[in-house]
């Protein structure tokens, strides 16, 4: 009897697992605010942003954007004592950096870093693959034990 | 005659003997066996080139220490000393490969970590592993894993969201959770680091390529596994034709992309005519794999007990 999972909440609102790392959680919310703010930043204010619906130590916010100035994520310059924390690229900038690095993968190594699930550059085959498919899904409706596949699609 | 026999066995099980295995396509029906068979290959090949180093060493090692000197005429000293090297050169370069890819590999995952993590969305991982699931705001359809000892994460664009159903989708998960879990990365390094390592005209790409593509199976197997085979052959054609249209793209021209084209669409071509049920039937596939790893088996355990086994004692009976 093939087991089939449930529907995953893709498209709704979902709660985190645990496991995601709670930093990587925070650095994702501090270049939100970040993103978001029509000027650079204090650390306090980043810290009164993100501590409106939960307890944040002010430190924590201060760790977090010291290691996205790291990363080379922010750039901060001084502003009298304290630093004015800005995000070094848009976020669209960044969403097109990974997706080269996903789908460029020249050379060597760079296509052994990330293991995409299909090497999508298909030049002349859609037939042969589309032909293949429907063997596929004529093959599953003559076995008895497959019901015909999947919910119907949006 | 140990070290030209020990030499020879390397030589075989690192070209020919994967030509041969190369063209055995029933392999596909049972991948998860075949690359263990593949992995054993390997290994007996880079044993029998450390074995032959060895018993050539200790025969140079003795022959100086005879009662007449040099027995052996200065060109077989020669010669001997000539394969001793190549010995040390392969796994000199092996380990120096294995070290310096290790640490790009891991550079370059770290980085992409750190703009995925902080530019993508998390979602949910319903197949339930450990990897953190990110969504990137992206109309090109792309899926793929990042893989790592605990920051794994599976990475998919909201262009092939968009493409795929609920159950597709689970499909794409299972099979990139599949990859993580098993490690799949690291037997490509090694396989990867072997193809460098060994010389040019003794090597094979066929060992890397096959396994490569072996690998893509047993994921995909995963998959068929908990959604069934329809659901994993549409989410690989909803993402490699949707991928065409990537003309936009204007730094997309790796060199040689009609061969990476060709190439690569057959592998997919091949990923969804194995979910046809091509190949193997199903009921015998188990013996089919028990015939598989009792051939990797064979390879590892008949070159030690015949060759190196009895090398051994004679040589604990020199040195002791």
């Known amino acids: 009897m093939r087991q089939r999972s449930k529907v995953p909440t893709w498209r709704r609102p979902h709660t985190l697992p645990d496991v995601v790392n709670r930093l990587g959680e925070l650095e994702r919310e501090v270049m939100n605010e970040l993103w978001s703010a029509p000027s650079p930043m204090l650390v306090r204010d980043v810290h009164a942003a993100l501590s409106r619906d939960r307890d944040l130590a002010y430190t924590t916010v201060m760790t977090v954007l010291e290691r996205l100035a790291r990363k080379r994520m922010v750039e901060r310059d ?77 | 005659m140990t070290p030209l026999l020990l030499g020879i066995l390397a030589v075989v099980l690192a070209g020919p003997v994967p030509s041969v295995l190369g063209r055995v396509g029933a392999f596909t029906s049972v991948p998860r066996a075949a ?61 120096w490969v294995l070290i310096t890819n290790a640490r790009t590999l891991r550079a370059i995952r770290r980085r992409h970590r750190s703009l995925v993590d902080v530019a993508g969305t998390t979602a949910p991982n319903p197949t339930g592993t450990p990897a953190a699931v990110l969504v990137l705001h992206h109309d090109v359809p792309t899926a793929y894993c990042v893989p790592a000892l605990r920051a794994s994460r599976v990475v998919v664009s909201d262009g092939a969201i968009a493409r795929l159903d609920a159950v597709e989708l689970d499909a794409v998960l299972t099979h990139e959770n599949a990859h993580l879990r098993a490690r799949h990365d690291l037997v490509i390094e090694v396989f990867t680091a072997l193809w460098i390592a060994f010389p040019r005209g003794v090597r094979s790409r066929i060992a890397l390529d096959q396994v490569r593509n072996l690998l893509e199976m047993e994921a995909d197997d995963d998959a068929v596994r908990l959604v069934g085979a329809v659901p994993m052959a549409r989410a690989l054609v909803a993402l490699s034709i949707g991928s065409s249209d990537r003309s936009s793209h204007a730094s997309v021209a790796p060199a040689g992309v009609d061969d990476l084209a060709g190439h690569a669409t057959s592998q997919v071509l091949r990923r969804v005519e194995r979910l046809a049920g091509a190949g193997t039937r199903r009921a015998a596939r188990p013996v089919l794999a028990a015939a598989v790893y009792l051939t990797a088996v064979v390879v590892m355990v008949v070159p030690t007990v015949t060759i190196a086994l009895p090398w051994l004692r004679a040589a604990w009976r020199v040195v002791g």
């Open chain 1, 78 to 154: 001084l502003d009298g004592r304290a630093y004015r924390y800005r995000p070094a690229q848009t976020k669209d900038a960044l969403v097109a950096e990974a997706m080269s690095d996903a789908l460029d993968g020249a050379g060597a190594l760079r296509s052994e870093a990330l293991v995409r699930f299909v090497d999508g550059i298909t030049s002349t085959d859609a037939q042969a693959l589309r032909e293949a498919l429907a063997r596929v899904e004529a093959g599953s409706r003559a076995t008895a034990d497959t019901p015909p596949g999947g919910p119907t699609r949006p």
């Open chain 2, 35 to 95: 690359v263990v068979l593949w992995q054993a290959v390997a290994l007996a090949a880079v044993l029998s080139a450390v074995g032959s180093g060895l018993a050539l060493a200790l025969r140079l090692v003795t022959m100086s220490g005879r009662a007449g000197g040099w027995a052996l005429g200065p060109f077989r000293i020669g010669a001997h000393l000539l394969v001793l090297a190549l010995t040390v050169t392969v796994l000199a370069r092996l380990s």
